[in-house]
T-cell receptor, first 111, second 115 residues
Framework: EDKVVQSPLSLVVHEGDTVTLNCSYE??????LLWYKQEKKAPTFLFML????IEKKSGRLSSILDKKELFSILNITATQTGDSAVYLC???????????FGTGTRLQVTL | DGGITQSPKYLFRKEGQNVTLSCEQN?????MYWYRQDPGQGLRLIYY???????QKGDIAEGYSVSREKKESFPLTVTSAQKNPTAFYLC??????????????FGPGTRLLVL
């Protein structure tokens, strides 16, 4: 059975801090790993990672995948209150063509 | 505007009642998915469909049913057999490239409450 574990479960930081969110996984026939940001409603797509060691970057957010150690990290630098959300990690099983999600990390950025 | 729409935004179900949640997409995506989200449990897959007139059970299909008569539409029925239906329901869709699934995009969700 495919499995995704995210840590920490929740995190409170001050505006301007840098945070690192972790995602470890077990999946048969790994296809890709996805990061989503969920505020009040639908998760919005952040990154899709398929290759080890190649950093994906979008503004203050970046992510990298380690397929040997089976984990990914999501970094957010210079955090802002608008970064407050639940960050979800999911892996795609290439055989079953379906996603398995972690429980998410709830990030709260305070002034 | 291209996207995924879900309706209603909120839905109330009485004991013993079946209710249907709507999901429509105009992204021309082949695959569609239904997830259930409970506090602290992330998203769990209920059903998914990779092509019209075909669908597969996900991890928690009991008490739910779906149909896929059109590419654009994938309604989910929560039956009376689902004993704990109160949750946030998310619909998603994705396309395939060279036979492999690409990123899933989500609708705004429907919150179902039991009276």
């Amino acid at each position: 059975e495919d499995k995704v574990v995210q840590s920490p479960l929740s995190l409170v930081v001050h505006e301007g801090d840098t945070v690192t969110l972790n995602c470890s996984y077990e999946v048969t026939n790994f296809r890709s790993l996805l990061w989503y940001k969920q505020e009040k409603k639908a998760p919005t797509f952040l990154f899709m990672l398929t290759s080890s060691g190649i950093e994906k970057k979008s503004g203050r957010l970046s992510s990298i995948l380690d397929k040997k150690e089976l984990f990914s990290i999501l970094n957010i630098t210079a955090t802002q209150t608008g970064d407050s959300a639940v960050y979800l990690c999911a892996v795609v099983n290439g055989t079953a063509s379906k996603l398995t999600f972690g429980t998410g990390t709830r990030l709260q950025v305070t002034l | 505007d291209g996207g995924i729409t879900q309706s209603p935004k909120y839905l109330f179900r009485k004991e013993g009642q079946n209710v249907t949640l709507s999901c429509e997409q105009n992204l021309n995506h082949d695959a569609m998915y239904w997830y259930r989200q409970d506090p602290g449990q992330g998203l769990r897959l209920i059903y998914y469909s990779q092509i019209v007139n075909d669908f597969q059970k996900g991890d928690i299909a009991e008490g739910y049913s779906v149909s896929r008569e059109k590419k654009e539409s994938f309604p989910l029925t929560v039956t009376s057999a689902q004993k704990n239906p109160t949750a946030f329901y998310l619909c998603a869709s994705s396309t395939y490239v060279r036979g492999l699934q690409e990123t899933q995009y989500f609708g705004p969700g429907t919150r179902l409450l039991v009276l």
